[in-house]
């Protein structure tokens, strides 16, 4: 069992940077591949990005990728998604996922409970 914790989430001006992190509580996240997704209200839930178990593979989604970075560090046993030059759309709250390597949802098997993101103009 992976229980994963989101934590970096707030409320942040357009332009600003805020740095997302994910760790775990127990399990070593450092085997397993990992992804971001984000949920905003009335919406589905939307891959942002992944890092595969040794960091040396990444992927964004083509709407973030000149603005998040995905990275990793095992021997923190955290996974980070730094968003840069935020705008209010990217308002959500934002889900760090294991165990899965896509960017469906229904990839992955365990999730933290999220961490909300509020971008204001």
């Known amino acids: 069992q992976v229980q994963l914790v989101e934590s970096g989430g707030g409320l942040a001006q357009a332009g600003d940077s805020l740095r997302l992190s994910c760790t775990s509580s127990g399990r070593t996240l450092s085997s397993w591949h990992m992804g971001w997704f984000r949920q905003a209200p009335g919406k589905e839930r939307e891959f942002v990005a992944r890092i595969s178990w040794s960091g040396s593979s990444t992927y964004l989604a083509d709407s973030f990728e000149c603005r998040f970075t995905i990275s990793r560090d095992n021997a923190k046993n955290t996974v980070f998604l730094q968003m840069n030059r935020p705008k209010p759309e990217d308002t959500a709250v934002y889900y760090c996922?294991?165990?899965?390597?896509?960017?469906?949802?229904?990839?992955?098997?365990?999730w933290g409970q999220g961490t909300q993101v509020t971008v204001s103009s």
């Open positions: 996922a294991a165990g899965g390597w896509g960017s469906s949802a229904a990839e992955y098997d365990y």
